[in-house]
């Protein structure tokens, strides 16, 4: 008889997989409008870029729901950071 352990980790965990990290900032777009909102994924060397904030979140929320999860650092409009995490049961 086999017996699940309650401490037992996630398949994604076991198999070496992490959980997505996102960061979206802005950046200057080099014209007029002075900013442009980049997406930029840990390990991945594109940079996504949007015309606003919520566009560019958008984006990063659904690539990290498709990954089953996600941690996500935002500038908001004022400088700050904040941070927000996904984790989707399988």
Do not use: K
């Amino acid at each position: 008889m086999s017996a699940v352990s309650a401490h037992a980790a996630p398949a994604a965990v076991a198999a070496g997989c992490r959980t997505p990290v996102f960061h979206v900032v802005r950046e200057p777009d080099g014209g007029d409008e002075a900013i442009a909102w980049a997406v930029r994924r840990e390990g991945d060397p594109r940079t996504h870029r949007f015309p606003d904030r919520p566009a560019a979140a958008d984006f990063a929320r659904s690539q990290g729901r498709a990954a089953g999860g996600y941690r996500l650092f935002m500038e908001l409009r004022d400088g700050r950071m904040m941070c927000e995490m996904l984790n989707v049961a399988g």
